[in-house]
């Protein structure tokens, strides 16, 4: 629904003031050992005895290094807003996922999981992370990544111990699951831009991952965890053993983690078939019916108003009537009730019942009796996981029910690390970690694409024609011609005789009777096209196939090829570090010099794909490939080559009941690519007391360094899959890559830290301090960027302090934005067909939002067509007055020919650079992206002595951060744009001059102007490609989106405002301790202009869109966590709730911004709220035992995104989904143990 509010300031600060913070219940010291921990049994209300998985770091006087900053300093206290998380709170989850208790907090937005994927391009939202089956050059199936702010995972940089952890693929992401959870010992959260400390990614902030230093003794722990349906069992065992040598001096560790994730599908879960089951919703049934069931398909116009009488052969006397000549008579009528045998039509596809009766699921004919036509046919759904369902407008849909729900995953992670001090002032460390891990993931069988048979009374060639009669014709190689012709003149006339080819005749003696001598159904002439497929296609796919308007036309086969996609990676991690540290005599002076070298290797096994020139030969040859030879180069008589063999042929209509498995392997193309990614960094950093400051008591401290940081990334697809050296084949549900051998960055950095004590011990100013810290950064390729921040820090009383500032930060192009090798993959385009009259961007042809040059934008698109198609223009109307049919604009098709938006590609994309080296060297070149961050924040230490309020501490800060510049995939919308529109191509500009409608374009001027524009080389024009335009084969002038090569670009804008609000109280009550944690973030702005020259759109308190890498979920108005706690002696528990609240769907921000209302209305998201349960007990000094209840209460998850303004004559349907920003996976246990020796 549509209610259009605007958040005011006070609403956020009053919730402020009732929220509150999660930050660590103990220091982390750069030098020395933590304090000891106190005896809680002996003492429970001990304030070190507090529950909360978070509270607010106590000062210390051991000199530490906080995020954010390089420079030691006497306490905690950070100037940008802080949290941390420790080891504590991220054991209190049924999973070991680190990423999924990380998504928790309000400053995360989920990323990539294991159980969603969400704000990767393509994808148009979060997505179950179990599709993911393309592993690539810029995607890793089974990773886990984090989003702070939800600005993407590239703008957040993941550290360990304060160095960049390996980066996963050309993204530079770095997958979080390789940390040891053995060995991890907190979290620290900066979530102010951090680029000046850290360099780039660091955007939106940074995730620094603190392990366990100094470590002694022996830790085991184990946990498992299992949903309330005893299914999706998960299970780690992890140890870590330490000690100290040489009298103190040094200290060496490993730790060791094994985690292993039971495959879970959605079929597992009740929620999933309580969905499927409802008729409004067609959820899992994006690939459609022909992924389902066999059939065929139909181009438009196929059955044509010369229908005739499939058993008479006769014309119809009453087409207009029903079919009374036979028993089923006219197929169509008969059929497919609604359905005009007189009027041509857009049927796509019909279907096939395992009894050889038809049905139709699609949108033009509903099944008669609202699905009595439909049978289940149990052996083909078992196997692929489909359900159907007759959705409420009677058309069918077949659910995929073999989607993984939880990605399986088995993982090893491997930690050692060691110090030695050689003497007082210089030392050494070394460290190294190592990770391998393998998942699973699924998606349903491919649909059949570009598969045909011939079909009627020519003879079999083992040729099948073209669309038309100019289309190239494909010629199976490894079956000969039925028939040998003889050509003679007789009366002057040539004409062509058959006899029976002997060479097809012992093949197929026995299996076809027109190949058969002796047999009834013997054809002396030769087999027909009909002959050799009639016993595989049912009587009544053939009366159709027979009552076309051409019955000698070619057949497209439509349904899923034999087996489900799969994808397996195995990957493997490492990082090693050794270096030197010290000190400088007489001074408090650190430093440290190391080098990190990282090194990260997919490897992805692709099954159930399948060689399209392969299936074209086994499927194209009589019987789809019963008896089936052929042998790799015949030109060259077989040499070296191997013969492939199909036994039973394919049974393409039985649903692949019963073939043999050289069948399966005469077409399968299993794929294997290899992704390698490899970090160098060498770096020295220095730290210290530069001068003392008389009037402070305090001193003038830097930071400085040094970095010289390799990043490079190789990709090795399979040869099948390889783009540029596999160009006569198509691998059928598949992405296309291209070799990338050893390509990368190379980074150059020095940065310096001040920190600036300037007033204290003063009337309301007890301690003033002011940070500041550049870094210049200088990339190959991609330039040079300056970064700096200042910060200030003022002490007003002892319980009162002020804090904020700002900083620049600049996301320099990672390896995929700039060196991408051509990669094909499936993807969303959000801008769509901007040539189309009903698509809503204000630059497109729409006259009602591009109330300027829509028809300047139609006069170039209608001759981008006419280039497209040879140089014949179809105008919008002919000649003689009459609208011409063909035209893409002819209003009588805008619904079909025309889209509204977002549009599906399996398109190729590639870098800026390669781009511009091997498409357009006129692209504009790649910069960095740059982000300005302004936080201003409270801290309040409760001042009160009283048991009741001295526990009190709350820090509330906003933030505003505007990201100018973003990089982005400019995809195929975008491109289009930047040739028909005069914001990006001046020569656009008044094209259509003179021209009052539509009508008037087709002029010598306005045509001549149009191809003026489309010559501007500073356009795109020469980018993008239109379908031909002259109706042959039902094509007019309709968008190749498929063929229009995508890259990244600086485009749009990011602006971003909140307050984050972190409170956390606790008091003696009765025995123990009760203790009370929230963490709250409130969105004042969440505006994102997704392409330059369009409004910038707010999309506070909707879903979000998910443009320029930005996750949708980022701008809820407000998101909780709170945890309520109690601790008494040994035993400690805690409730956690999450809430968000109702959330209007993004495609309503339009609306809501005072613009034309989006094409639907949907629901979006009630207020949601979940609730967890966490215990432990002590049992002793050495063992621990700890349970946990997530979704403790079941609570089910709503379906959302409900259309509440449909037409249901159209047969459109409010169908909804479940949000991934709900729990889908109910309610789940968890028991664990640690035990210290």
């Known amino acids: ?47 070190a005895c507090d529950t909360s998985t978070f509270s607010p770091a106590p000062a210390h006087d051991s000199t530490i290094v906080v995020t954010g900053s390089r420079i030691a300093r006497p306490d905690y206290e950070a100037s940008s807003p802080f949290v941390t998380v420790d080891e504590e709170f991220l054991e209190q989850s049924s999973t070991a996922a680190i990423e999924e208790q990380l998504n928790r907090l309000p400053q995360f937005v989920v990323a990539q999981s294991s159980t969603t994927l969400n704000g990767v391009a393509g994808t148009g939202g979060p997505v179950a992370a179990g599709t ?16 702070l702010r939800g600005v993407g995972a590239n703008r957040t940089l993941v550290l360990i111990d304060g160095r960049r952890g390996t980066p996963g ?21 900066i979530s102010g831009g951090a680029s000046a400390t850290y360099g780039a990614d660091a955007i939106a902030g940074v995730t620094n991952f603190i392990l366990r230093k100094d470590f002694q003794g022996v830790e085991l722990d184990g946990q498992m965890g299992i949903s309330d349906e005893w299914n999706g069992l998960e299970y780690q065992l992890s140890g870590i053993i330490g000690s100290d040598f040489a009298d103190g001096k040094g200290n060496v560790s490993l730790a060791m983690s094994m985690n292993t994730r039971e495959e879970l599908f959605q079929r597992d879960n009740p929620n999933y078939p309580r969905l499927w089951e409802n008729p409004e919703t067609t959820v899992g049934a994006a690939a459609a019916l022909g992924s389902g069931r066999p059939g065929v398909a139909f181009p438009n116009g196929t059955f044509a108003a010369n229908l005739v009488n499939p058993t008479t052969g006769a014309p119809l006397a009453n087409p207009a009537a029903a079919c009374e000549a036979s028993p089923r008579g006219c197929v169509i009528t008969d059929y497919f009730a609604g359905a005009s045998p007189g009027v041509p039509n857009n049927i796509t596809a019909v279907y096939l019942n395992k009894d050889g009766s038809l049905f139709s699921g699609l949108n033009n004919f509903a099944s008669r009796g609202a699905g009595d036509f439909f049978q289940p046919w149990p052996e083909l759904d078992q196997k692929n996981g489909y359900y159907f369902k007759t959705l409420s407008s009677g058309t069918l849909a077949a659910v995929t029910t073999n989607t993984v729900q939880t990605v399986p995953s088995t993982r090893y992670n491997f930690l050692a690390r060691g110090n030695f001090a050689i003497n007082d002032w210089i030392g050494v460390f070394g460290q190294g970690l ?25 003879k079999y060639t083992g040729a099948i024609p073209g669309a038309t009669p100019s289309s190239a014709v494909y010629q199976n190689p490894n079956v000969p011609s039925a028939v040998i012709p003889t050509q003679s003149v007789v009366n002057g006339q040539i004409v062509t005789t058959y006899a029976p080819n002997p060479a097809f005749n012992a093949i197929y003696n026995g299996i076809l009777p027109c190949a058969t001598a002796g047999s009834a159904g013997y054809n002396p002439t030769g087999c027909t096209n009909t002959e050799v497929f009639q016993a595989v296609v049912p009587e009544d796919i053939q009366q159709l196939l027979n009552a076309r308007a051409n019955p000698n036309g070619r057949v497209q086969l439509a349904g899923p090829l034999p087996n489900p996609r799969q994808s397996y990676q195995d990957v493997t991690t490492f990082t090693l570090i050794a270096g030197l540290e010290g000190s400088v005599p007489g ?4 430093w440290e010099a190391f080098v990190n070298y990282g090194k990260a290797r997919t490897i992805s096994r692709q099954v159930g794909y399948y060689s399209l020139n392969r299936l074209r030969a086994v499927m194209s040859a009589p019987n789809f490939g019963q008896n089936f030879t052929g042998t790799g180069n015949a ?67 830097f930071a400085a360094g040094a970095s010289y940081r390799e990043l490079r990334y190789s990709f090795l697809p399979a040869a099948g899959a390889s783009a540029g050296r596999e160009f006569q084949d198509v691998i059928v549900g598949g992405p296309f890559n291209t070799i990338m051998e050893n390509t990368g960055i190379d980074a150059r950095e020095v940065y310096g830290e001040l920190l600036i004590p300037l007033l204290a011990d003063l009337p309301f100013v007890e301690r003033l301090n002011l940070e500041v810290g550049g870094r210049i950064s200088s990339y190959s390729p991609g330039g040079t960027s300056y970064t700096y921040k200042i910060l200030g820090d003022w002490a007003v009383t002892p319980w009162l302090r002020i804090r904020g500032g700002y900083n620049r930060a600049e996301r320099a192009p990672n390896v995929a934005e700039q060196m991408l090798e051509r990669q094909t993959g499936i993807s969303l385009d959000a801008i769509g067909d901007g040539c189309s009259t009903r698509n809503g961007n204000i630059f497109s042809a729409n006259p009602n939002t591009n109330t300027s040059s829509a028809l300047d934008v139609q006069a170039i698109c209608l001759e981008l067509m006419a280039r497209d198609n040879g ?26 020919r025309q889209g509204t938006g977002t549009i599906f590609s399996f398109s190729p994309r590639v870098g800026n650079a390669v781009f511009r080296r091997d498409y357009n060297p006129n692209a504009t070149l790649l910069k960095s992206e740059k982000a300005d961050t302004w936080t201003l924040g409270v801290v309040l230490r409760s001042p009160f002595t009283s048991p009741l309020l001295s526990r009190i501490n709350l820090t509330v800060d906003y933030y505003n951060i505007t990201i100018n510049d973003p990089i982005s995939v400019l995809g195929a919308g975008a491109q289009l744009l930047r040739c028909i529109s005069p914001y990006y191509n001046p020569a656009a500009e008044g ?34 490609y239109r379908f031909r335009s002259d109706g042959v084969g039902g094509e007019t002038g309709g968008f190749r989106v498929s063929d229009v090569i995508s890259t990244y670009g600086n485009e749009g804008q990011i602006k971003l405002s909140g307050i984050d609000a972190n409170l956390n109280w606790s008091i003696p009550a009765g025995p123990g301790r009760l203790s009370l944690n929230v963490n709250a973030n409130y969105t004042l702005d969440s505006s994102i202009r997704a392409f330059d020259g369009q409004p910038l759109i707010d999309y506070t308190g909707t879903t979000g869109i998910g443009a320029l890498g930005v996750s949708t979920g980022s701008s809820f108005k407000y998101r909780l966590l709170s945890i309520l706690g109690y601790s008494w002696g040994p035993a400690r528990a805690s409730f956690q709730w999450q809430h968000i609240p109702a959330t209007e769907d993004g495609g309503e921000a339009q609306f809501l911004n005072g613009l034309a209302p989006a094409g639907t209305d949907n629901s979006g998201l009630p207020a949601y709220n979940l609730f967890h349960f966490n215990a432990s007990f002590e049992v002793n000094d050495r063992l621990r035992l700890r349970f946990g209840a997530d979704n403790v209460f079941d609570i089910k998850p709503p379906i959302t995104g409900i259309d509440t303004d449909i037409d249901r004559s159209l047969g459109e349907l409010p169908g909804g989904n479940y949000s991934l920003f709900h729990d889908v996976q109910g309610r789940r246990f968890s028991l664990g143990a640690t035990v210290s020796f």
């Open 169 to 189: 693929n050309a993204n530079g992401t770095v997958d979080v699951s390789t940390i040891p959870s053995a060995a991890l010992q907190r979290v620290e959260i």
């Open 871 to 896: 140089g014949v223009y179809a105008p919008i109307v002919n000649g003689d007055g009459t609208p011409n049919p063909n035209s893409f604009y002819n209003p009588a098709d805008a619904q079909a």
């Open 635 to 701: 030109f060259g008589n077989g040499s070296g080559a191997t013969t492939g063999t199909c036994t039973s042929g394919l049974n393409f209509f039985g649903g692949y009941e019963g073939i043999t498995q050289d069948c399966r392997e005469a077409i399968a193309e299993d794929n294997t690519s290899i992704g390698t990614s490899r970090q160098t960094i060498v770096e020295g950093n220095v730290q210290g007391a530069l001068i003392d400051i008389p009037w402070t008591g305090d001193e003038l401290r």
């Open 587 to 590: 001074t408090d002076w650190t």
């Open 434 to 458: 190592f990770s391998s891990s393998s998942t699973f993931t699924q998606l349903e069988a491919s649909a059949a694409g570009d598969l045909f048979i011939p079909w009627g009374t020519g």
């Open 1 to 47: 629904m549509r209610v259009s509010t605007k958040a005011a300031v006070f609403k956020a600060l009053l919730l402020a003031g009732a929220a509150g913070s999660i930050t660590v219940a103990s220091p982390s010291l750069a030098q020395g050992q933590a304090p000891s921990a106190p005896d809680c049994r002996a003492d429970p209300l001990d304030p």
């Open 132 to 147: 993911s089956i393309q592993p690539s050059a810029t995607s890793t199936p089974g990773a886990a990544t984090v989003s």
């Open 991 to 1024: 094209v259509a001059a003179g021209a009052n409608s539509a009508a008037d374009l087709n002029t010598p001027e306005i045509r001549a102007r149009a191809q003026a524009a489309i010559a501007n080389s500073e356009s795109t024009c020469g980018d993008v």
